[in-house]
């Protein structure tokens, strides 16, 4: 795989025609027309109103911020260096540094947006320096509050509040005498002797900095980016902890369409953005440049020789060494919710290219509560405020865990966790939970996965954990019942969404690119067919992005190969617009196919047999944090070519790449 493309030329933002980047020749170097500048203009005016970017003043105010910081670094080097019988003059040279990384670095950070920030330190300066007088330090800082100290998180961080400005810091210390304020981290052999968590945290400035190297215009880039990141976000699908991809790999895939189409401006990138991978024939893995062969020992992404890369569902791999797949996280039914929203955003821009629509269409946020019929709630309280930020986050990191065992369930095809956290709108005694005295917790905060059967099933899902004064429910509750839980205008909104979806939807020609709702979906089959079952009736797919080619299984019959075949851009039909019959082992281990229905609304459904789902493996994934082996849940990779296949289109628009 590794040797299958060449590598072609670097080099840095600003670019010209005759360069190329990336691993592939450009797929156009056609120079920009005068309507693409204007739809560029008209896409960053719509971005005005997100506050997506900062005044003037705000920017100066994060470099003076970070100014002072890397001072203190200074002094506290000198300091520590002194402490320990370094000649005052000596430890004058020795420097430290403050580098940043992340939106920050890449310069796409939004209003109010945190700094990922790191110290470097000189080798006579050890961790428990760091996270001791340093710490230390900070906190004595008159511009510092909510100062904490993360020493046994996979990447070690300091937190805190800086004159206003959230500052996630992680430390390194390099195998060097002195950090020259002009040092350059981008040499891999910085690496060699360094401990595992310094390279962890050297890595999001090397990242960051390759990637800027990497693209053709980094204006492009950056605009292109900050409309993608919006988009994502608006749509639910921002969320590495999630199963959803995180900011560093939407990053990656702007990056990877600048590559493409190096002389295109913003609203073009984007455009073919959602071409590109739409239609990207996952789980190919997205590569910025050629791997690079250096020999220091540390594990890099490998489907060659590590057999749990093999099973990613969609890779995006690093471009600085150690090269690393940043959506390992993906689950089956995250794949399936972005490959739904790449097609709508396909969709869009088409229109939007061709004047049918504004920029502000790409933004509006869909319909979560009106799209399924079934939920599961997740409540988690706490006792007092400080318990309850650092349970939501514990809580939060392990939800992907009950994604992975949702998935295994041989009558679920789609566990769809929203990413945002509710706070719980009132105290009632169907939704509040009690501590330990019988009382209500006052602080209690709500997940919501939607839940996508092969038919109507009653779930009973009941997780319950304690630990002093914390607890977390999951319930399986009916759309009917959201009103208990959520404010009653929020739920207004969204059926108003979900109906101007389906409008829209109904006047595309029946080619909506999964626009309508799974709900919505299940509501027009019934009323064209009377006679539908419990089980519905099997319809064949006209898929987006194969060009109406028909889905395999969609004929009813419970087909292994189906469960077994590598998913690809090409056959990802909207998954709420057919039904099928295909179930799987419900001991196999692997994941669900594609979700190819939805629940049944027939009427008398609720009355059918319950089908419990198995609330302690659910819960073993919060209590013992391992989800079980990742690979079970995971398809086989393919090594087809990552934009087979055709997309049907408005007639006006040229698809081909």
Known sequence: MWNSERSHGNGSGGGSSTRTLGMTSAISTAEPKPEDFQKTKELEKSLEPYNVFETEAELNHRMEI????????????????IAKNMPEAMA??????????GSYRLGVHHKGADIDALCVAPRNIERSDYFGSFFELLKQQPEVTECRAVEEAFVPVIKMNFDGIEIDLLFARLALKEIPDNFDLRDDMLLKNLDQKSVRSLNGCRVTDEILRLVPNIDNFRLALRTIKLWAKRHGIYSNSLGYFGGVSWAMLVARTCQLYPNAVAATLVHKFFLVFSRWKWPQPVLLKQPDNVSLGFQVWDPRVTVQDRFHLMPIITPAYPQQNSTFNVSSSTRKVMLMEFNRGMQITDDIMLGKQLWDKLFEAPSFFYRYRHFIVLLVSSSNADDHLEWCGLVESKIRYLILNLERNQHINLAHVNPKCYEQHEQNSATTLNGADGKPTPFCSLWFIGLEFERSENLNVHIKLLKDGMKIEARHVRRKQLAQYLDPNLLKRERKISDSYTVSAG????????????????RKRKSTDP????????????????????????????????????FDGASNSSFCSTSSTVVPNANDGKSPPEPMATEDSTPGAENQTEESLSAAEAASSFTNGDGGDADESMTAASSEDPTDGERRGPAEISHDF
Request: net charge positive; glycine share 16%; charged share 15%.
């Open 66 to 81: 970070l100014a002072k910081l890397n001072t203190l670094v200074k002094q506290w080097v000198r300091d520590v260096s």
């Open 507 to 522: 006047g595309s020609g029946g080619n909506n690119n999964g626009s309508a709702s799974p709900a919505d979906a299940s």
């Open 92 to 101: 004058e040279k020795l420097g430290g540094k403050i580098y940043t990384f």
């Open 531 to 566: 006679s539908s079952g419990a089980s519905g009736t099997p319809a064949t797919a006209s898929s987006p992005a194969a060009g109406g080619a028909a889905v395999p299984g969609s004929n009813g019959s419970a087909s292994k190969k189906r469960r077994n075949d590598s």
